[in-house]
């Protein structure tokens, strides 16, 4: 313990100095990385420039303030627009959004009055620009491009119970893909690349839209603007664009289309039943298949029928489980039938074939009908005596059905690619295959949409125009999280370098969410004179040395 005497002498040290040297902490975490992508791709500079807008009457720009709004989404906070204020108060706002700006500019007053400019725009034609001018920067070519839709459920009624406004989406209830059919809901549709799984197109549509309906409208409408813009050879879809109508107005406007033939169709139904697995040649690990021609809603078309070895262990799985139990439910029901008395033996033999073709798991060895003499008195009968009734009786022995469970199997380890690309030179059976697969990309795209932690959860706004326009931004983050996430990992391949993975070993593909996960932590000192990083790895100088020196300065000390 200090003497009094020497604290006094401490306590002089600092009453005879100048005052401690004030400073603050501020959270980078993953925003550096976000907030460098953002200017890369130029999006604040090409919304200000596509928007006008009196920079004398607002500190924040519209291009700032959608910044704001993808590094709120992008910091997956799950943050509300009347608290994105509250989010930034422990961010360095100048750093990442520009000089000047400070938390209490971006307020919701100005994000709503932003969203308003996106709206009246026009959020998908914006979109489209700005997805152009993204993918331009990234030198990327988008072969195929996939297209599919999600919906989002509202909190209200909204224009529900009223005919909306022209260019207004209808937000009323439709077919739910999170299951609550009975809220009102908004759906979007996006077409996205398949290089890195950029967005290229949104378009917001009302609760009750169909994929079937609103597919082809959407094609129609866009495809020659993607096709300038981007050098699309090929739609791709699920098997929602694949009627005879649709392919047939596809094939008509000379747009090459892949999408998957549903067994629903007869034609398809019947290729996978009779398909020999044996002719059929490999594709890709884990995939073989064959090419047939086929016609269908007058279109000429390629079907490659493929075998999945990964869909066939998932199809083993169940169909034990499910041969094992409905197995044992036909062999009661068989059980059952041969306790019954039929008035002849037609008609008994009549019954066991309407049975034996409803059965699906169990099959009929042998069988024979049993004549059954009835008599009234009791007692053993005399050998003279007539009966009173004659009824007929089965009686059958089941087996397993090897065969039908081979069948389910094959059925359930094949689907068919249908195009109208004839010529196996422009694209291969095995281009076909990989073009078609590539429909993950916006499946996992709407993954990332519908995570808790991200804006979907924020569709509250008060008019229906803000949450198409919010539905935009939403996007806007898929498309930064998609560029970084591609870049990224092309970097680490180019330059032969690795990241850490969850389980501690080297790989050069690592989610952007992970990556976004091994940031957190990493801090600003803001002190008088000087601003300084903390909590830097070697980890995390990797992924800043792969991106390149605008990276690296949102992560570096320098004087304030």
Avoid at 4 to 30: N, W
Avoid at 480 to 493: C, D, K, Q, S, T
Wanted: net charge negative; aromatic share 8%; with cysteine.
């Amino acid at each position: 313990m200090l003497s009094i005497p020497k604290m006094r002498y401490f306590e002089g040290l600092f009453h005879h100095h100048e005052p401690p040297m004030t400073y603050e902490s501020k959270v980078i975490d993953q925003l550096g990385l976000v907030a460098a992508m953002i200017d890369e791709l130029e999006l604040p500079q090409q919304i200000d420039q596509a928007l006008v807008q009196d920079m004398e009457q607002r500190t924040l720009s519209i291009g700032q303030a959608v910044k704001a709004m993808i590094l709120n989404g992008l910091g997956f906070v799950n943050q509300r627009l009347y608290l994105v204020s509250q989010f930034f108060e422990s961010k360095p706002t100048e750093r990442l959004i520009g000089e000047g700006i400070k938390s209490e500019h971006i307020n919701d007053d100005a994000l709503g009055r932003a969203l308003d400019a996106l709206y009246d725009y026009g959020v998908t034609a914006l979109f489209s620009k700005l997805a152009t001018h993204a993918t331009s920067r990234l030198g990327l070519r988008s072969r195929f491009v996939h297209l599919d839709s999600t919906s989002f459920h509202v909190d209200g009624a909204y224009n529900s119970e009223s005919s909306p406004a022209e260019g207004v989406v209808h937000i009323r209830p439709g077919y739910s893909r999170d299951h609550r059919p009975e809220l009102n809901q908004v759906v979007l549709a996006l077409i996205v690349e398949q290089q890195a799984g950029i967005p290229l197109l949104m378009k917001p549509l009302s609760g009750n839209s169909s994929d079937k309906a609103d597919f082809p409208a959407l094609i129609q409408a866009h495809l020659d603007q993607l096709q300038q813009a981007h050098g699309v050879d090929y739609v791709v879809s699920d098997s929602a664009l694949y009627s005879g109508d649709h392919i047939q107005w596809l094939d008509g406007q000379g747009t090459r289309f892949i999408t998957r033939a549903p067994e629903t169709i007869k034609m398809a139904r019947e290729a996978i039943e009779t398909a020999d697995l044996d002719h059929m040649e490999p594709l890709e690990e884990g995939y073989q298949g064959y090419a047939i021609e086929a016609h269908y809603g007058s279109v000429k078309q390629r079907w490659l029928l493929v075998h999945s070895r990964a869909a066939a262990q998932r199809a083993k799985k169940t169909l034990q489980k499910r041969s094992l139990r409905e197995g044992e439910e036909e062999v009661k029901a068989l059980q059952k039938l041969m306790r019954q008395g039929f008035s002849c033996a037609e008609d008994a033999t009549a019954a066991l074939g309407t049975f034996e073709a409803s059965l699906k798991w169990i099959q009929i060895a042998d069988y024979e009908i049993e004549k059954k003499l009835h008599y009234e008195a009791v007692g053993r009968p005399a050998a003279d005596a007539e009966p009173d009734r004659i009824s007929y009786a089965i009686c059958a022995r089941a087996s397993s059905s090897l065969e039908r469970y081979e069948q389910k199997l094959i059925r359930k380890s094949m689907f068919i690619i249908a195009t109208n690309e004839l010529d196996e030179q422009a694209l291969s059976n095995l281009e076909l295959l990989q073009g078609y697969k590539g429909q993950v990309r916006v499946e996992r795209g709407f993954r990332f949409l519908k995570d808790p932690l991200f804006l979907a959860s924020s569709l509250f706004l008060k008019k229906e125009e803000r949450i198409m326009a919010l539905l935009m931004v939403m996007t806007l983050c898929l498309l930064v999280y998609a560029a970084l996430e591609w870049r990224i990992r092309e970097g680490l391949r180019e330059q032969g370098q690795s990241f850490v993975d969850q389980k501690g070993q080297p790989t050069q593909h690592p989610s952007a969410r992970w990556v976004f996960q091994y940031f957190v932590g990493i801090h600003l000192l803001i002190m008088a004179h000087q601003q300084i990083v903390l909590n830097l790895k070697d980890e995390h100088l990797i992924i800043l040395r792969v991106l390149g020196p605008p990276y690296q300065k949102q992560y570096s000390a320098f004087p304030t």
